[in-house]
């Protein structure tokens, strides 16, 4: 069964300082990943996605991931984070081409001034 | 370009009250769509997505029901609503692998 794992409740950075929330994924042939970002009581936003092609995928935001078939990570990074960059970020990935998102726990992002 | 819309944005009901909610998306035809519950601010669980109208595949046996009486719209139902039914409903729709989310409803079953 397709699985995502987050293993990290909660992140804190400073602010300047480079980010990195974690997210490994269980799947049975080539993943389709995604991140998606959520501030408070709003829908989610979709960061950025790893279909196929290059391992390091860059979005919106400034934000980047960086995909590694042989560790099953798609690790979301920022090399210097923002105080508006504190929110929930969720990491999926589809169960099969089309259908729905499985998403994992999400992991809350809190940067610091 | 597309959008999507969900209302209401709030709602408080009553244990045992019926329950509404109604997800639209303008710009696209035949889309899949997708009702999503989020509880106390954490993850989200699938409950019910639609391949097209009057097609609805139920994820979660519970008392909530869907329906998708036209191509864009899609409805979460219940008959009789439940504490546990408290949370952040999300409808989405998707398109060549990706998902757009809509604004959400906030319900609480008080």
Known sequence: AQSVAQPEDQVKVAEGNPLTVKCTYSVSGNP???WYVQYPNRGLQFLLKYITGDNLVKGSYGFEAEFNKSQTSFHLKK??????????????VFRQAGTALIFG?????SVSS | SQTIHQWPATLVQPVGSPLSLECTVEGTSNPNL????QAAGRGLQLLFYSVGIGQISSEVPQNLSASRPQDRQFILSSK???????????????????QFFGPGTRLTVL
């Open chain 1, 105 to 109: 726990k999400g992991t809350t992002l």
């Open chain 2, 34 to 37: 997708y009702w999503y519950r």
């Open chain 2, 80 to 98: 009789k609503l439940l504490l546990s039914d408290s949370g952040f409903y999300l409808c989405a729709w998707s398109r060549q692998n990706e």
């Open chain 1, 32 to 34: 389709y990943l995604f």
């Open chain 1, 79 to 92: 090399p210097s984070a923002l105080v508006s960059d504190s929110a929930l970020y969720f990491c999926a």
